[in-house]
């Protein structure tokens, strides 16, 4: 059974920068395409950033594009979010699926980690 970690999240002030991390666990020796969600209270989950396997592709929600950057180095992947604001609070989860466009999921939902911008 593949399982996400996420972790990184906190309060920060608006304009400010944090990463967050989601590691993989149960197959270490595979890369998935690994998502990242968000979900703020209220809202449906909405995906906010894609990479691949292999890490060439990556794609970003409109909200988040300039200010959001999705990396990995190998079963760990990165969301570095900078110039946050007010909407990107939210609960913050990452998935591994077959490819950021089926995105069929490959393993189960994590734990998430919350962010909260706020002054």
């Known amino acids: 059974q593949l399982q996400v970690a996420e972790s990184g999240g906190g309060l920060v002030q608006p304009g400010g920068s944090l990463r967050l991390s989601c590691v993989a666990s149960g197959d270490t020796e595979s890369y998935y395409a690994t998502g990242w969600f968000r979900q703020a209270p209220g809202k449906a989950r909405e995906e906010v950033s894609c990479?691949?396997?292999?890490?060439?592709t990556t794609r970003y929600a409109d909200s988040v594009k300039g200010r959001f950057t999705i990396s990995r180095d190998k079963n760990t992947v990165y969301l570095q979010m900078n110039r946050l604001n007010p909407d990107d609070t939210a609960v913050y989860y990452c998935?591994?699926?077959?490819?950021?466009?089926?995105?069929?999921?490959?393993?189960?939902w994590g734990q998430g980690t919350q962010v909260t911008v706020s002054s």
């Open positions: 990479i691949s396997s292999g890490g060439g």
């Open positions: 998935l591994l699926m077959t490819s950021c466009l089926a995105k069929t999921p490959r393993s189960s």
